[in-house]
Each structure stands twice: as structure tokens, then as C-alpha cells.
């Protein structure tokens, strides 16, 4: 997997900013938080973020001011945050160029999706090939898309999960060892405690062959996991 997804959390309820930074920092994004409009764009210039989540009420410039100036340079992703849920003020954020639009209080699982969804259009726009799939039986994956599925329903995985699956996949029949699994999805080489891998093949199996009642990942005693066909 490549970096870390960055997310620049606009917002100056401070409360509100900070809910969000921790829950998006344990689905596995890296954020930065901006609380006034003119320095949010003046970031927004200088830096490389994949996806802005922008507050329409900010002190010195408001959210659709930001989100018009940004689109004149730039088609980052952007989902508008709002504490009004009138019919204008999304027409406005629409009309802005915004991607989406959420109305606060929202829940946390659909701010994800919706996310993911912005990403989505976004890689499209870019004509990044997104039509990468790995397959074993029905549980399906589109990396670029972020996307995995068991049948037609999709599943949530965290970052994590996701990278270890995805490596999975993409050596599906292959067994591979504890410490293969840890350097290449945790990225480095880990002398001591394996357990983070017996941790998440455990997430995994909870959420896919528990949850489906089909068996996609097996143990090989004493060496590692392996999916097979
Ligand atoms: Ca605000």
C-alpha cells in the first residue's frame, strides 16, 4: 500500500475537530487541522493533502469562499461540514465545487463512506486505472478503489486490515510467514512479539469468513496464513 491517505480537517469547533482527528487517525488517515478560513487556504497552496473536510462557518473567510478559491487551482476532494441543513447552503457548497456535502451531527460511519466515495470520483477524474481486482472465490477487492467486497456486500476494513488483506490477495495460495506479513505490510523488520499479525488475521476473520461463514484465510501451523482459491 502507498502512504497514508491526508486528511486536512477544516473546522474551528474545536471539539468537533478533534472527534474527527482521532477517529480518522485509527481508521489509519494522517490529519492536519486548520481552524481559520484565509490560513486554510493559504495550507491549502502550499501542501499536499488528499481530501479537505471543510466547516462553512470559519473566522476570516467561510467555507464557500475557501472552497471556490481552492477549485480555481486545484481538484482535491473536498466534503463541505455544516451545522445548517438548509437546501441553499448545499446548493451553494455544490455550486462552490464541493464533492459532498454533510450536515452536523452525522455519523462517523457514513462520513467514511462518503469519503471513500469522494476518492473514488476523484481517482476517476484522474484516470488512475481503478479497475485493478483480486479475487479469491467471492470475496473481491479493488485496491485503488479502496473497495472490498464478499458477493455484493461490501465490507469496512481499516487501513490495516485492508493492507493486510490486499497482500494476502495478491499472494493468494502463497503461504506467507509472520515476518514476511509484518515487513511488508507494517513496513519494517520486527525482531520481537509477532502477535500484531495473529491480532489482525483475527480483525480479518471476524469481519469476512466469520461474518460469511466461508473460510478464506487458513493458519499454517507453525509458519504463517495463506488465502486459498
Ligand atoms: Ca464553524
Not at 481552524?35 to 462557518?57: C, H, K, T
Not at 464541493?98 to 477524474?125: G, Q, S
Request: hydrophobic share 40%; net charge negative; with cysteine.
Amino acid at each position: 500500500m502507498g502512504n497514508p491517505l491526508r486528511v486536512f480537517i477544516v473546522e474551528d469547533e474545536h471539539r468537533i475537530a478533534r472527534f474527527l482527528q482521532i477517529e480518522l487517525e485509527h481508521e489509519g488517515f494522517e490529519t492536519e487541522i486548520e481552524m481559520n478560513g484565509v490560513r486554510a487556504l493559504e495550507r491549502l497552496m502550499q501542501e499536499n493533502y488528499d481530501i479537505v473536510l471543510l466547516d462553512v462557518m470559519l473566522p476570516d473567510m467561510d467555507g464557500f469562499a475557501v472552497c471556490k478559491r481552492v477549485r480555481e487551482v486545484s481538484d482535491i476532494p473536498i466534503i463541505m461540514l455544516t451545522a445548517k441543513d438548509e437546501i441553499e447552503d448545499k446548493v451553494r457548497g455544490l455550486d462552490a465545487g464541493a464533492d459532498d456535502y454533510m450536515t452536523k451531527p452525522f455519523a462517523m460511519e457514513e462520513l467514511l463512506a462518503r469519503i471513500r466515495n469522494a476518492m473514488r470520483k476523484h481517482m476517476t477524474v484522474d484516470r488512475i486505472p481503478i479497475d485493478e481486482k483480486l479475487q479469491a472465490r467471492n470475496l473481491i477487492m479493488y485496491p485503488a478503489r479502496y473497495e472490498v467486497m464478499v458477493g455484493q456486500e461490501s465490507i469496512h476494513l481499516t487501513r490495516k486490515e485492508f493492507s493486510l488483506l490486499e497482500y494476502l490477495l495478491r499472494n493468494k495460495r502463497r503461504v506467507l510467514t509472520r515476518d514476511q506479513i509484518l515487513q511488508q505490510v507494517w513496513g519494517y523488520d520486527y525482531s520481537g512479539d509477532t502477535n500484531v499479525v495473529d491480532v489482525y488475521i483475527r480483525y480479518l476473520r471476524a469481519k469476512i469468513d466469520e461474518r460469511f461463514d466461508e473460510k478464506f484465510i487458513y493458519t499454517v501451523r507453525g509458519v504463517g496464513y495463506v488465502i486459498k482459491e
